[in-house]
């Protein structure tokens, strides 16, 4: 019979079992293969490093070969596993959300100039002070002509052009 040694284990190690290994890395091939999945302009846009690059540009010319790519997939997948997929994945959500994060936006820009039209000069002073690049007798023009057409009930050009100017000037 063997004696059975008694295990140390030091209180600074982590240990980190096999199957959240595996899962961890099921995650990362998924990953992998949905940046795959993106076009070149979508990859541009992503913060890969040099060797992604190279397998994702591989992962292109494969396409057809499916254990080929496979084994390219999981190349991929093990580089990011080793690299800030993290931020990766960040970037891919707001790829995926860019719609929904464009409506957020353009709520907020409709809120600032509801309340440029209701506050007048003590808002528009406010929004020179936060932001840069705004010229206060531009942005009094454009607030004084939006509330004299909600004035007259009329439909607003100049609240389509003062809408315009904020979102050139105002980064969300």
Partial sequence: MKKRGKKFIDEDIIIVSKTEIKNDMKVMQKLAETIC???????????????????LIIADKIKGK??????????????????????????????N?????EHINNAKL???????????DSK???????YDGFE????????????KEIKQEKPGKNLKELFKYLKENIAL
């Fill in 37 to 55: 999945k993106l076009n070149r302009n979508q990859r541009a846009k992503l913060t890969i490093n040099e060797e992604i690059e190279a397998a």
């Fill in 66 to 95: 499916h254990d080929a790519y496979h084994r390219n997939v999981q190349f991929i997948a093990k580089q990011l596993f080793e690299s800030d997929y993290e931020l990766i994945q960040a970037e891919i959500d707001k790829m």
């Fill in 97 to 101: 959300n860019r719609h929904a994060q």
């Fill in 110 to 120: 409709e809120d600032i100039r509801a309340q440029l039209i209701e506050e007048g």
């Fill in 124 to 130: 528009i002073e406010a929004l020179l002070a936060e």
């Fill in 136 to 147: 206060r007798q531009r942005m009094r023009q454009l607030v004084r002509q939006a509330a």
